[in-house]
């Protein structure tokens, strides 16, 4: 099979861009989008190719750009809407929460709303506490949204792909460290399905499951913990809401510890969750030591380079938490 | 466009369809028969009537949480707003919505809304639907004086006048956003002054006068279809109920609700076809008599319905 190195970034170019022209309804909006190319540089390009009828530059106003997504997508448009920092969605939450999630139960069925939400997460740049939060906790709340975190490129193209044919308000939630990222993926179009897990190592001793950018770093911390003996399998669920339990589930089984690594704050983060379902699970007979969670310190990201890696999981933390598990 | 006689009878029994449903809606808020909250929009039906006469079937309304005059000049189906209402089955949403959700999208009824201001962006997206589809339609966004004081009224309204949406805003003006009055909430007494700010048109109308309504709105309506941008229109009317079931309304005097039942936008429209002899007594009397029927028609459906099952609980969470 012929394949293409993409980075992260170039691999959501490539989903927006097939799409697009695969779909005449598929449309981008967002703040800086269009000649600059998103903050991050992943539409570069598509406004010469697309047009600023189909790649709009919005005023800065968070509400209106996810409420009129929502609009459009309710009278049969499929937008994607960029947020530029996940912070800011915080700004547009009326429309996400109390509309977008809804419309669809609350109207009976009736009515369907399409849209994507692509907004960064995370931390490690040095923007400190108001460009740098993992919210997608706060998110796989509330009934009614999707909520999707690619961890490479591959994943990244397929299931954006995947997310812009929804009929569901999806928010799609990148890595700021992960853009630069490369991966060959094919050349030949394909598509990741939402709420299918990857194990993105395979072993025997312990099951990690990372999120995000944290599955890099397990990948990393597994090599050196193979080294020592110890095999990690490593679970990436790629998509939150819906999650594939059952993936977890089977290599908990099998391996009888589990580690939950990701970046949002420990205290109400998606890892309570999963350690909940799994313990709700028939998987809990087979655990021979607790559930452990290894997570984001409960407080807002800090500046100082040292105090920012300090808050968050690094591939030491992950070597230590792995290795007391399994010792 | 003008307005032929079946036109003016025809608007005339719609404010009046929406004066009987709200007046049984009142009774049944207070007989504890609607088991939620609900909020009337009598003394306000004139906005309704008059806007959404001058749109066609195809375009498309946002509402607001005072949402029934709007789904009824939209040409709802009674029975299936009564029943939803009444939480039932065979209501709008099968009962998960409820007066403030009640929403048609086939036919071009956005939807009311629980938010003060929620609808203001919708309504902006679906502007920019009818533009990237070249549809010419347009849409209708009603809301309150209370959402002119939200943030999404700034960035929609600008968002639609900077893209030229084809968006006709319509505040209602009742002068009360629940119990703050607009003399607490804003400096400028004329809210139509707003619209300069995004540099679109802004104007103020009788909110009362059902056909200086329609005119505005026809106006507003045409620019909107030939890409000439949106407008803002505020019409000052009065809601001659409490905001809600529990209102208590300890903030307006009884002859200030008085003053304005005289001005009734029903009464004034009465008298004007009589006037013109469009009307004869006698055809208003089959007129009430028709309503009423329908009214009735409406409630039985609703009661005779069922509830829904507690197997559709968990369903329409996400859609396939």
Redesign the interface.
């Known amino acids: 099979m012929p394949t293409v190195e993409l980075t992260y970034r170039e691999a959501l170019r490539r989903a927006l861009r097939e799409e697009m022209a695969r779909d005449e309804n598929v449309y981008m909006m967002g703040e800086d989008i269009a000649i600059y190319g998103g903050a991050f540089g992943v539409s570069l390009g598509l406004l010469e190719e697309f047009g600023p009828e189909r790649i709009k530059d919005t005023p800065l106003s968070e509400s209106v750009i996810v409420g009129a997504a929502l609009g459009s997508a309710l009278t049969g448009m499929r937008p994607v809407a960029e947020i530029m920092f996940m912070d800011f969605i915080t700004i547009g939450m009326d429309q996400l929460i109390n509309q977008a999630a809804k419309i669809h139960y609350m109207y009976g069925g009736k009515a369907c709303v399409p849209m994507v939400l692509r907004t960064p997460g995370g931390s490690g740049t040095g923007a400190a506490a108001q460009h740098s939060q993992s919210l997608e906790g706060l998110l796989c709340h509330i009934p009614g949204l999707k909520v999707v975190m690619p961890s490479c490129p591959y994943d990244a193209l397929g299931l954006l792909k995947s997310s812009i044919r929804d009929n569901n308000p999806v928010v799609f939630v990148e890595h700021k460290l992960l853009y630069s990222g490369r991966e060959l993926v094919p050349e030949k179009e394909y598509l990741v399905p939402l709420g299918k897990s990857e194990v993105k190592r395979e072993g025997t001793d312990l099951t990690l499951v990372a999120l995000s950018v944290m599955v890099v770093r397990a990948l990393k911390a597994a090599d050196k913990l193979a080294q020592e003996g110890i095999s990690v399998e490593i679970i990436d669920p790629r998509t939150l809401v819906p999650l594939d339990l059952e993936a977890i589930i089977n290599s908990v089984k099998k391996t009888h510890r589990l580690l939950i690594v990701h970046e949002a704050c420990k205290r109400g983060g998606f890892g309570a969750e999963i350690l909940s379902q799994v313990e709700e699970s028939d998987a809990f007979d087979y655990l021979d030591v607790p559930i452990r969670r290894l997570a984001g310190s409960n407080i807002p990201i800090p500046y100082s380079p040292g105090l920012e890696k300090g808050a968050v999981p690094q591939e030491d933390d992950i070597l230590g938490a792995a290795r007391k598990l399994v010792g | 466009m003008t307005l032929n006689k079946n036109d003016l009878i025809r608007m005339y029994k719609q404010m009046l369809t929406i004066r009987r449903f709200e007046e049984k809606v009142a009774e049944f808020l207070s007989q504890g028969t609607i088991h939620g909250t609900g909020h009337l929009y009598i003394g306000e039906e004139a906005i309704a009537v008059g806007a959404c006469r001058a749109i066609e079937n195809e375009d498309?309304i946002?509402s607001t949480h005072r949402g029934h005059g709007h789904c009824i000049a939209k040409g709802a189906d009674l029975n299936k707003m009564m029943s939803e209402l009444l939480g039932k089955e065979t209501?709008?949403?099968?009962?998960?919505?409820g007066s403030m959700?009640i929403?048609?999208?086939?036919t071009g009824n956005?939807?009311a809304?629980?938010?003060v201001g929620?609808g203001?962006?919708?309504?902006?997206?679906?502007?920019?639907?009818?533009k990237?589809?070249k549809l010419k339609r347009v849409v209708l966004c009603f809301f309150g004086d209370g959402a002119v004081n939200q943030?999404?009224f700034h960035?929609?309204l600008?968002?639609a006048s900077?893209?030229d949406l084809p968006v006709v805003f319509i505040c209602e003006n009742n002068f009360y956003a629940m119990s703050t009055a607009t003399k607490i909430a804003f400096k400028i007494k004329d809210l139509s002054l707003r619209a300069a700010s995004y540099g679109m048109p802004g104007v103020k109308v009788d909110g009362n006068d059902v056909l200086k309504i329609y005119e505005e709105v026809i106006e507003a309506a045409s620019r909107a279809r030939e890409d000439k941008g949106p407008t803002f229109i505020v019409c000052d009317s009065y809601r001659w109920k409490g905001h809600s079931r529990s209102d208590a309304e300890r903030y307006r005097t009884k002859k200030e609700v008085m003053e304005w039942k005289k001005r009734c936008p029903i009464e004034r429209f009465k008298k004007y076809l009589l006037d013109k002899r469009y009307l004869t007594r006698e055809m208003t009397e089959q007129i009430e008599w028709e309503v009423n029927l329908s009214i009735q028609e409406a409630v039985d459906f609703a009661q005779k319905s069922p509830f829904p099952s507690l197997k559709t609980l968990e369903?329409?969470?996400?859609?396939?």
Do not use: F
Request: with cysteine.
């Open positions: 498309y946002t209501g709008y949403c099968r009962g998960k919505g959700h929403a048609d999208v086939e956005l939807g809304n629980g938010v929620g203001i962006p919708i309504a902006c997206g679906a502007g920019i639907t009818i990237m589809k943030g999404v960035e929609s600008n968002l900077v893209w369903q329409d969470v996400y859609a396939n």
